[in-house]
C-alpha cells in the first residue's frame, strides 16, 4: 500500500520567515495530494491540495509544489504569523484513486516565533 | 452550510466492549471516511463508505465495521474494545461522484478511551 513520509516532525520559524515542510510518497499510482492543518483540539482543515497533473498551485500565503518523478511534495507557507502555528499533515490517495481513503505523513509540528 | 457533525462527543468503555459512533455528512455529500488518530501514530484510514457500500477498508481488524444508511449518515462499530483503541475517531465525507471533487471535510471527532 501506500507510504507517506513527512519532513521534519517539528520546524520553528520566525514570524514573517518562510516555512516548508517536505512529503515523499511510495505509490506511483497515487493523484491527489491534499494538506491539512490541525490546530490543537480541533478537527483537520484542509488548507490546499494538487492533483498529479498539476505541478504547482497557489492560494494567497500558501502553495504547494507536486514532483511526480520523485514521488515529493511540499508546502510552503510565505510570511508566517502566529496564527499559523498548528500541526500540518500532508496525504495522498493512493492507488484507488482520489476519491479512495487517505495515506496520511506523521505531521509537522509548525511553530512561529514572535 | 452544516459543516460534518459526529456524536458522541467523548465516550469511555472498558476492555472487551463495543462501541458505535455516529457520522452525519455535508449535506449532498455521498461518501463517508472513517479515520482514527492515535497518539503518536498521526491519522489512519480505517473505512470509506459511497452511496451505501463498503468501497474499502484499511489495515484493520474485522472487530472494525460499519455501515452507511440510505441519507448518507454513518455508524463506526468497534467490537471487543482493546486498550490500543483508545484515539480519536474522525469521520470525514465528500462530494467526488456528484461533482470531480476529491476534498474530504472533516468532523470534530468522538474521542474514545477505553479502560
Known amino acids: 500500500g501506500e507510504n507517506v513520509e513527512q519532513h521534519p516532525s517539528t520546524l520553528s520559524v520566525q514570524e514573517g520567515d518562510s516555512a516548508v515542510i517536505k512529503c515523499t510518497y511510495s505509490?506511483?499510482?497515487?493523484?491527489?495530494f491534499p494538506w491539512y492543518k490541525q490546530e490543537l483540539g480541533k478537527r483537520p482543515q484542509l488548507i490546499i491540495d494538487i492533483r498529479s497533473n498539476v505541478g504547482e498551485k497557489k492560494d494567497q500565503r500558501i502553495a504547494v509544489t507536486l514532483n511526480k518523478t520523485a514521488k515529493h511534495f511540499s508546502l510552503h507557507i510565505t510570511e508566517t504569523q502566529p496564527e499559523d502555528s498548528a500541526v500540518y499533515f500532508c496525504?495522498?490517495?493512493?492507488?484507488?484513486?482520489?476519491?479512495?481513503?487517505?495515506?496520511f505523513g506523521k505531521g509537522t509540528h509548525l511553530i512561529i516565533q514572535p | 452550510e452544516a459543516g460534518v457533525t459526529q456524536s458522541p462527543t467523548h465516550l469511555i468503555k472498558t476492555r472487551g466492549q463495543q462501541v458505535t459512533l455516529r457520522c452525519s455528512p455535508i449535506?449532498?455529500?455521498?461518501?463517508v471516511y472513517w479515520y482514527q488518530q492515535a497518539l503518536g501514530l498521526g491519522l489512519q484510514f480505517l473505512l470509506w463508505?459511497?452511496?451505501?457500500?463498503?468501497?474499502n477498508r484499511g489495515n484493520f481488524p474485522p472487530r472494525f465495521s460499519g455501515r452507511q444508511f440510505p441519507n448518507y449518515s454513518s455508524e463506526l462499530n468497534v467490537n471487543a474494545l482493546e486498550l490500543e483503541d483508545s484515539a480519536l475517531y474522525l469521520c470525514?465525507?465528500?462530494?467526488?461522484?456528484?461533482?470531480?471533487?476529491?476534498?474530504?471535510?472533516f468532523g470534530p471527532g468522538t474521542r474514545l478511551t477505553v479502560t
Open positions: 470525514a465525507s465528500s462530494l467526488w461522484r456528484r461533482v470531480p471533487s476529491y476534498e474530504q471535510y
Open positions: 496525504a495522498a490517495s493512493g492507488s484507488g484513486g482520489g476519491a479512495d481513503g487517505l495515506t
Open positions: 463508505y459511497d452511496e451505501g457500500e463498503e468501497r
Open positions: 449535506s449532498g455529500h455521498t461518501s
Open positions: 505509490d506511483s499510482a497515487s493523484n491527489y
